[in-house]
């Protein structure tokens, strides 16, 4: 009966330990799709690597299973899938198997990655560019042109901390000084009460301190447009790298009627 097998792989899925998972793998080519999703799931749920020939062949199942194989994939992060996954990647119809195998080459996260993911960018649609350049720059290897920068920028802006500190990655790799308006309004608008203020405080002033930002903050301050915070935080970023261009423009704020800035 295919529902007690796919129960009895379900529960492998969640004890994980105390079976010989060797005797699933024959269950990736059982005659119903949800018993097959199963076996994958069973075999990355308990880490066992030896089954991972036998899920590459898997890729070219049908979706659902392959979505699950996928998952096991990521979860063994078997580098030797890539090329498979990368293949899968050209010729899917599938938005949801597309998506799912950008995400398992992000997790699987070596360098081989790379070929695959930049072969597919030119046809993704934006929300997979974001999810390419986002597991792109876990590993340090970016692309260097407008798009991508562009990419970064909505990333930095829209995206979730998690995903700021990641394109703050990202910026620095490509010394995207068109970020440095946006980090400095990022450190203006956080709250100063919140437990963990200094450390984004910190992580933005180092994006800073890297990457080519001196000519950009004294002229963000010069035009004079920024709220306070964010201005105190470019005169101490400015003040972190002894920045002798500044001198001018920190001395015409010495006059500035607010005795903090002073």
């Known amino acids: 009966d295919p529902d007690i097998r796919k129960f009895a792989l379900d529960l492998i899925a969640n004890i994980k330990e105390g079976f010989n998972i060797s005797y699933v793998i024959p269950l990736l080519k059982d005659s119903n799709p949800n018993v097959r999703a199963a076996a994958a799931r069973a075999i990355g749920e308990t880490h066992y690597k030896e089954a991972t020939p036998a ?11 392959v979505f699950y194989v996928l998952r096991a994939l990521a979860t063994l992060k078997a ?3 890539v090329d498979s996954i990368g293949e899968l990647l050209l010729t899917t119809d599938s938005l949801l198997i597309k998506a799912e195998a ?14 695959p993911l930049l072969k597919y960018f030119p046809m993704a649609n ?6 390419i350049i986002k597991s ?8 260097q042109n407008t798009e991508v920068k562009d990419i970064l920028l909505s990333i930095f802006k829209e995206g979730e901390w998690e995903d700021k500190v990641l394109a703050l990655k990202g910026i620095e790799i490509t010394n995207l000084t ?3 308006p946006l980090i ?6 956080l709250d100063p009460s919140c437990f963990d203020y200094d450390e984004k405080i910190s ?8 990457i080519n930002s001196e000519d950009e903050l004294i002229f963000l301050l010069e035009k004079d447009k920024l709220k306070y915070r964010a201005k105190a935080f470019s005169i101490r970023t400015l003040g972190m790298m002894k920045s002798k261009k500044a001198v001018p423009i920190l001395l015409k704020l010495l006059e500035d009627i607010k005795r903090d800035i002073r």
């Open 136 to 143: 792109l720059t876990r590993i340090g290897i970016i692309p």
């Open 184 to 189: 400095v309004e990022e450190a203006g608008a």
């Open 55 to 65: 899920l590459i062949e898997r890729l070219q199942d049908e979706e659902w299973v």
């Open 178 to 180: 068109d970020a440095i």
């Open 79 to 81: 580098e030797e899938a």
């Open 102 to 115: 950008i995400e398992t080459l992000g997790i699987i996260g070596s360098e081989k990655i790379i070929d």
């Open 203 to 210: 992580i933005l002033q180092d994006t800073l301190l890297k």
């Open 126 to 131: 934006r929300d997979e560019k974001k999810e």
